[in-house]
């Protein structure tokens, strides 16, 4: 976006609370654009950034991080990502002081807790678990072997409602995130089963609104004696962390409605999402000129750095799915060009104009990452931001290659549960750089670690707990097999 002509968000002359902010929100971001917009002006400033997130983790979290009690493995999750992405490794100590940490939370019915000694919840068991697979380790001591499978499955079922949807704990509500974060968590740990995934599909579909985006959840409504599927209809406003959850889940499934397919049940496996309608909600979440390419989380809000993750981070997931994002059409590139973007970017969004707002307008002068400014950064913003910044910079595909290389060195039977789980393990680590993808703003010392754009682990993290809980082999990466 450089030195081009930035303009203001069309407005209809009746000033709002929502167009003032807006305006108001486009005067700060535009006071952040460095007059000269070299490679120099581009700098992601690491060391700072590391300090910020070491001394969360060496020396504590200030006093206003109590309101997350209940996020204790969130909070561990986030810091430890946020290392690995920046390229930087734990000592074998430290690594044993996460692990140890993300343990004391373990549920003593399955599941992990918000923090010691408090009630399983979905979203702090992915967390944990993905810290595991950062810090952790097969063996005595390893957090790995420590984690009750065989509890953590029993209540997830306990969970699972009729209509393919799961609560997110005993007696809470359904929402999207812990139905993405139980599917994280059951492929991670070969936890998946027919029983578990049945009448899922279903329920991700019916939770796309009339904007294309996904919300929290459905309404489901009974009737009739099929007991398999129920109607639904869409409650709630498309979100962005909404989305990524349903498209994130809906990219988990795959192998499942692979596996109805090949043993004759397509029947079971016709339900459909509107790619159309989703593609054209996560375009227009990407904020204009004085919005510097940012992304916003709902329709009519202000840009948000989290969001170059939960909707930046989507645009892989469709690419998974066979929806073209890149090249670009004539018609998105005459919309870039409108804008401002003269990148000779080829995707339907902005690559560049993301990783610039993430670079100008994210960053903290004293270390890492916010929404936007003037506000302070946290281990979540730095996390998430660092996570859009690495799916901005890779074009990270699903190898056709590489998956049937893995499944070639599959071990195993021919029941229905076990080709779920052999199309499982194949799909989640056929992910790879695409050679030549990539799209490095600034100079090249900006360049962080490629982030699985399911799990939001490094794929040597991913592969490596999956190697151990599934107990198979995959080949080595070389471009032979990519």
């Known amino acids: 976006m450089g030195d081009t002509v930035r303009k203001h968000s069309p407005n209809d002359s009746y000033p709002t609370p929502t167009s003032t902010l807006q305006e108001s929100t486009e005067r700060i971001l535009a006071s952040h654009v460095p007059i000269n917009t070299t490679e120099a002006n581009h700098e992601l400033k690491k060391n700072t950034h590391v300090q910020f997130i070491a001394r969360a983790m060496l020396q504590g979290l200030p006093s206003k991080y109590i309101s997350q009690d209940a996020s204790q493995p969130w909070l561990m999750f986030w ?25 004391a939370c373990q549920h003593p019915d399955g599941g992990f807790g918000g923090g010691p000694a408090q009630s399983a919840h979905l979203l702090p068991t992915y967390a944990a678990v993905c810290a595991l697979a950062i810090a952790g380790r097969p063996g005595p001591g390893g957090g790995w072997d420590d984690i009750d499978r065989d509890k953590m499955y029993k209540w997830f079922l306990s969970l699972k409602q009729p209509d393919g949807s799961f609560l997110v704990s005993h007696d809470a509500e359904v929402d999207v995130r812990g139905l993405y974060c139980l599917l994280v968590t059951a492929t991670l740990l070969n936890l998946l089963t027919p029983e578990l995934l049945e009448s899922v599909p279903e ?63 397509s029947e079971k496996a016709s339900v459909r999402i509107n790619f159309k309608s989703l593609l054209r909600w996560m375009v227009n979440m990407q904020g204009g000129g004085l919005d510097l390419g940012g992304f916003k989380g709902r329709t009519n809000k202000l840009v948000d750095g989290c969001y170059a993750w939960w909707v930046g981070g989507c645009f892989p997931l469709l690419e998974s799915l066979g929806i073209a994002v890149e090249p670009a059409t004539d018609a998105a590139q005459s919309l870039n060009s409108e804008e401002g973007w003269h990148d000779a970017d080829d995707s339907l969004y902005s690559r560049q104009g993301l990783q610039e707002y993430l670079l100008w307008a994210s960053q903290h002068p004293s270390g890492g990452l916010r929404d936007k400014p003037p506000k302070h950064p946290d281990a979540y913003h730095t996390c998430y931001c660092l996570s859009g910044l690495s799916s901005a910079q890779h074009r990270t595909i699903v190898s056709e290659g590489r998956r049937r290389s893995i499944v070639a060195l599959w071990e195993s039977g021919d029941e229905f549960t076990d080709l779920l789980r052999k199309n499982a393990f194949s799909s989640a680590l056929a992910w790879v750089e695409e050679d030549g993808g990539s799209k490095v703003v600034g100079l090249n010392a900006n360049r962080v670690n490629a982030t699985h754009p399911v799990f939001n682990l490094t794929n040597t993290h991913a592969e490596g707990m999956m190697v151990h809980f599934y107990g198979q082999k995959v080949p080595p990466r070389t471009k032979t097999n990519i």
């Open 203 to 265: 329920f991700i579909a019916a939770c796309q609104s009339y904007e294309g985006g996904f919300s929290s959840a459905s309404l489901p409504y009974f009737g009739g004696t099929d007991t398999s599927r129920f109607p639904t209809s869409c409650l709630g406003e498309a979100h962005g962390g909404y989305t990524f959850s349903c498209l994130a889940s809906w990219v988990l499934v795959q192998p499942y409605l692979a596996a109805l397919r090949e043993s004759g049940e």
């Open 79 to 103: 810091i430890l990502e946020s290392f690995s992405i920046l390229q930087v490794g734990l000592d074998p100590g430290n690594k044993q002081r996460a692990i140890d940490t993300v343990l």
